[in-house]
C-alpha cells in the first residue's frame, strides 16, 4: 500500500496497514459515476456509527501522515509512514 502526502508517496508498512480502518475511497468528482459513487458511500457512511468513526479515524492518520511527511521534507529526512494520528 502507498500513501500518498503533498511531499510525495510512501510505502505503508505493513504493520500499519493492518491497523487502519477499512473505509471505501472517497468518490471523486470528477469520476463519470459520482453521483452514484456519492450515493452509495453516503449509505455506507450512514449505516452504522462505526463506519463514521472509522472514516474520521483514517482521515486523521492521513492528515497527520501529511504534516510529519512535510517535517521530515523540511529537514532534510526521510518519512517513515507511522501509526501516528491513528488513536
Do not use: N
Amino acid at each position: 500500500m502507498i500513501l500518498s502526502t503533498t511531499s510525495g508517496d510512501f510505502p505503508i508498512p505493513p504493520e500499519v496497514a493492518s491497523r487502519l480502518p477499512q473505509v471505501p475511497p472517497v468518490p471523486d468528482p470528477a469520476a463519470p459515476d459520482y453521483r452514484a459513487q456519492r450515493k452509495a458511500f453516503t449509505e455506507w457512511l450512514d449505516a452504522a456509527p462505526e463506519h463514521a468513526i472509522d472514516f474520521e479515524r483514517l482521515r486523521r492518520w492521513h492528515l497527520v501522515q501529511d504534516q510529519l511527511a512535510a517535517e521530515a521534507a523540511a529537514a532534510g529526512r526521510d518519512h517513515v509512514v507511522t501509526e501516528d494520528g491513528l488513536d
